[in-house]
């Protein structure tokens, strides 16, 4: 789990690098059948900052703890940009797309954790 931790709080940095908004993670290892264990989820305010938050997290990762996500889904249109780190995965969406969505709430029993956002 410690692990697991340490890839969040990188995550984390990565979306704060590049003023990623509205951070939430969705703590999934109670939840029978979900596909990972933790849901980081974040807004970016266009397409552009979307795909920079996305480049942020692959590179802090990648740089701190040495791993790749195994798949990298919508940076083509970047409006919703799903990156699967096995474990964990992240979801940077611009703030329509996130209302509409609205995942981290599909698991209304997972425990969450808000991140405040920098100033």
Same mark, same amino acid.
């Given at each position: 789990?410690?692990?697991? &931790?340490?890839?969040?709080?990188?995550?984390? !940095?990565?979306?704060?690098?590049? &003023? %990623?908004?509205?951070?939430?993670?969705?703590?999934?290892? !109670?939840?029978?059948?979900?596909?990972?264990? !933790? $849901?980081?989820?974040?807004?970016?305010?266009?397409?552009?900052?979307?795909?920079?938050?996305?480049?942020? +997290?692959?590179?802090?990762?990648?740089?701190?703890?040495g791993e790749k996500p195994v798949?990298?889904? %919508?940076?083509?249109?970047?409006?919703?940009?799903?990156?699967?780190?096995?474990?964990?995965?992240?979801? +940077? $969406?611009?703030?329509?797309?996130?209302?509409?969505?609205?995942?981290?709430?599909?698991?209304?029993?997972?425990? !969450?954790?808000?991140?405040?956002?920098?100033?």
């Open positions: 789990m410690e692990e697991i &931790k340490r890839l969040v709080d990188t995550i984390v !940095k990565g979306i704060q690098e590049k &003023k %990623g908004m509205d951070i939430v993670v969705v703590d999934l290892t !109670k939840i029978d059948g979900a596909i990972c264990r !933790k $849901f980081v989820v974040c807004t970016g305010q266009s397409p552009t900052q979307v795909q920079a938050i996305a480049d942020s +997290v692959s590179d802090t990762v990648r740089m701190e703890l798949k990298v889904v %919508g940076e083509d249109n970047a409006v919703w940009v799903a990156m699967d780190y096995t474990d964990v995965m992240v979801h +940077v $969406f611009v703030p329509d797309t996130r209302e509409y969505y609205d995942i981290e709430h599909l698991w209304e029993d997972a425990p !969450k954790t808000v991140i405040p956002n920098e100033e």
